[in-house]
């Protein structure tokens, strides 16, 4: 019985290795196997250096208008959404009392303007009078006196009456820009103070991004710039340029201020947040790829290329600068070379692949 025993545990050990032998041959076939890759074939082109920023959208004039006197609002106008010329009244406080002012001074210049005209006769008559030695020196200064009196009442009138005329106007809410009433602050029946938000008028014909950059960007951009607008849901790529930029930061940052306009394709509006593309240079002839090509290895870059026997062949590469998420091939490699770009984590030195498209 225990012979049995020690021959089924030989007959099993036999088994195990000759299991194991045959193992290795699955094992040793795996190097031949052709690893699916794609590749790309590198060509000297033309690459773009953009800087990317996002900002929130404003129209090219955002005013909010304030009342200059305080009273009731009578009536309102126009409403919110509407659109506005400069000039256009949007509404009124009660001003009888200060149309009251304006008629009073408007009689006050009349009575002014009547004893001036007569100041002025009685002066003419004693400029005559005095040249023919019909009166003295001193009845003259009577006069002219009077005239100057009557001048002074005069102005002080007209004076009276342009403040009264200016009450009048101030009590019309008019708008300073044109535009649309993109926020309205009264209803008839309140009562407003002076300096209180009556409306914001906003022209969105152009729209503008305020953005900022950083200090190693800055010296990139120049006015009149081109910009590439892009927002969510918008197929269409908006073309803009740079209105002008800050040569400080802002305060308590290292962000320069700029400012992009776009024409407003009555698709945004303001408040949305877009992104912008600034072009800063256009290289030509350059030799590069994205920089997810390649694999770094302690201080090293590599790259795999296919060779003309279908093998690909670690070689390190030179990454002279990244723009953008593009590595710029200083040397190492060459233009007509096939490099992997995806497959790439399966391979070692010399692996057989299969291109696929």
Not at 211 to 219: D, F, H
Not at 233 to 243: F, M
Request: overall charge neutral.
């Amino acid at each position: 019985m225990k012979h049995r025993y020690l021959s089924l545990s030989l007959l099993a050990l036999i088994l195990t290795v000759f299991s194991c032998g045959k193992g290795k041959g699955p094992a040793s076939q795996s190097k031949d196997e052709k690893q699916p890759v794609t590749v790309e074939e590198l060509t000297l082109r033309e690459l773009d250096d953009f800087i990317t920023v996002s900002g929130k959208l404003e129209g090219i004039t955002d005013i909010t208008m304030s009342s200059e006197t305080s009273g009731r609002v009578l009536q309102v106008y126009k409403k919110l959404g509407d659109q506005v010329s400069r000039g256009d009244r949007i509404g009124r406080v009660d001003n009888g009392a200060i149309q009251y002012r304006l008629d009073q001074a408007e009689a006050a210049v009349a009575s002014a303007q009547a004893s001036f005209e007569n100041a002025q006769r009685n002066l003419d008559y004693a400029e005559t009078s005095l040249q023919r030695n019909l009166i003295s020196a001193a009845e003259y200064n009577i006069a002219l006196t009077g005239f100057k009196a009557a001048k002074a009442a005069l102005d002080g009138a007209k004076a009276g009456l342009e403040t009264a005329q200016n009450g009048v106007s101030g009590s019309y809410f008019t708008a300073p820009e044109s535009g649309v009433i993109s926020n309205l602050n009264i209803m008839a029946g309140q009562f407003i103070n002076a300096g209180a938000p009556v409306a914001t008028i906003t022209d969105a014909r152009r729209l503008i991004v305020k953005t900022g950059v950083g200090e190693t960007q800055i010296g990139k951009l120049r006015t009149g710039q081109r910009v590439e607008v892009s927002y969510p849901g918008l197929e269409e790529t908006l073309s803009g340029t740079i209105r002008g930029f800050g040569i400080r930061p802002l305060a308590g940052s290292a962000t320069y201020p700029v400012e992009i306009e776009i024409a407003n394709p009555r698709s945004l509006l303001p408040g949305m947040v877009v992104s912008a593309r600034i072009l800063t240079t256009r290289y030509t002839d350059l030799l590069f790829s994205s920089i997810t090509n390649f694999s770094k290895e302690f201080d090293k870059t590599y790259a795999f290329v296919i060779d003309s026997d279908g093998k690909a062949r670690k070689r390190e590469v030179s990454i002279s600068q990244v723009i953008g998420e593009y590595g710029v091939i200083a040397s190492g490699l060459e233009a007509g070379e096939r490099i992997v770009t995806s497959g790439a984590e399966n391979l070692e030195d010399g692996s057989p692949v299969e291109i696929r498209k």
